[in-house]
């Protein structure tokens, strides 16, 4: 868990879950992550972006709709973001790219220096890989800051959650703590609140 020395530091993320449908993998892996979060972490979730218009220039130029700037801001002012995606076609799924987009675009651009957990689960055997490397591909034009380690892609993902949405495995579940756990070391040293 979080040291405790840490004392009534309070962390604030926001996440993005890439998967709509129900019965979602990723909203499981996700109920997941809430459930094994610290008690001094608070994880809200960032919903909307998947009514968004596909961008273009145009669109642009009329102006950048108040929720794309008010979701920029939430943000902005958070400590930190997590992204909790499945893979589509090797790749980060459409409308969660589209969201990307929008959201890059407001200025100031709102993944500046912005700390980043990544994870997900897919059907296929390596859990979302190809998708985290492009996510973590775009977070460099972004100035981002995706944590490395550890590398959450939950693989085969029928077969790793019980009958109420628990990962079986203690593995993930570890996996998952101690990327909660590295989000917030990593926030802390992106705000100067420790040596790096
Ligand atoms: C997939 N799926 C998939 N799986 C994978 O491991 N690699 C991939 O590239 C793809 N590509 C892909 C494309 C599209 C359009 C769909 C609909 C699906 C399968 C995917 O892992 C599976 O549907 C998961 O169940 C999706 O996550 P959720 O919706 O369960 O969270």
Do not use: C
Request: without cysteine; proline residues 5%; charged residues 20%.
């Amino acid at each position: 868990m979080i040291d405790p020395t840490r004392g009534a530091r309070h962390y604030d993320v926001v996440a993005f879950v890439g998967s709509l449908r129900s019965g979602s993998y990723n909203r499981m892996l996700f109920n997941n992550v809430r459930r094994l979060s610290p008690a001094n972490m608070a994880i809200s979730e960032l919903t909307g972006w998947d009514e968004w218009q596909t961008l273009d220039v145009d669109l642009l130029n009329d102006g950048i709709p108040d929720a794309v700037t008010a979701m920029a801001q939430r943000i902005a002012e958070s400590d930190a973001v997590l992204f909790v995606s499945p893979e589509y076609n090797y790749s980060i799924p459409g409308g969660l790219k589209n969201g990307i987009d929008w959201l890059s675009r407001v200025s100031p651009q709102p993944f500046t220096s912005k700390v980043v957990g990544i994870m997900g689960a897919s059907t296929g055997a390596i859990g979302t890989a190809r998708m985290q490397y492009h996510l973590r591909q775009v977070l460099v034009f972004l100035d981002g800051h995706p944590v490395n380690k550890p590398e959450v892609m939950v693989g085969r993902a029928a077969g790793e959650f019980d009958g109420e949405g628990r990962l079986v495995s203690e593995f993930y579940r570890t996996q998952v703590t101690e990327l909660l756990e590295n989000l917030a070391r990593q926030a802390d040293r992106f705000k100067g609140r420790v040596s790096p």
